[in-house]
């Protein structure tokens, strides 16, 4: 099954503008010109993304006009549009497929003790549209007890997951409510 992490590289983005060729230094632009990518550098979606040596990294699954989501084979990451150059055989990153495969790795786990830190008691958990559901009254190896207004409700610890506002389970409040009613 592969891993899916998200990364910020904006770091290896000097390395990647070492990986072009060579030319004169471009006349000042304004400062949203000079934050894009290279041009012709943003790689689409089915595109080879190669690494400074020319090696394969891996190919575009997708992308958003902000990030690039490369499948490796292995693992999946989201980097930045603006972390990718420009190459002869095509858009090239400063990490080679190892390295990415490795940092996607570290991202994943950083991410899930990162998520298991949040499931604590108290802990206020959310639905898909964002709504507060209740908070968390228990949490053991394989469920977590969550305390609604409608009572408490023990739900397997793989159905909770990271959202944008913390703890988040993939229900809304009425499918909570119609789970939880008696049968």
Known sequence: MHRYAFLLLAAATPLAANAQDTQAPAPAAPATAAAAPAAGAAPTVGATIYDAQGGTVGTVASTDGTNAVVDTGTVKAAIPLSSFGKGPNGPVLAMTKAELEAAAGQGAAQAAQSFQSQL????????????????????????????????????????????????????????????????
Do not use: W
């Open 120 to 183: 604590t008691t108290g802990a206020t958990v959310y639905g898909v549209a964002g709504t507060s559901l209740g908070t968390i009254k228990a949490v053991e190896a394989e469920f977590v007890t969550l305390t609604t207004a409608k009572g408490d409700a023990r739900l397997p610890i793989g159905s909770f997951g990271p959202g944008p506002k913390g703890v988040t389970i993939g229900m809304t409040a009425a499918q909570l409510d119609a789970a939880m009613a008696p049968k």
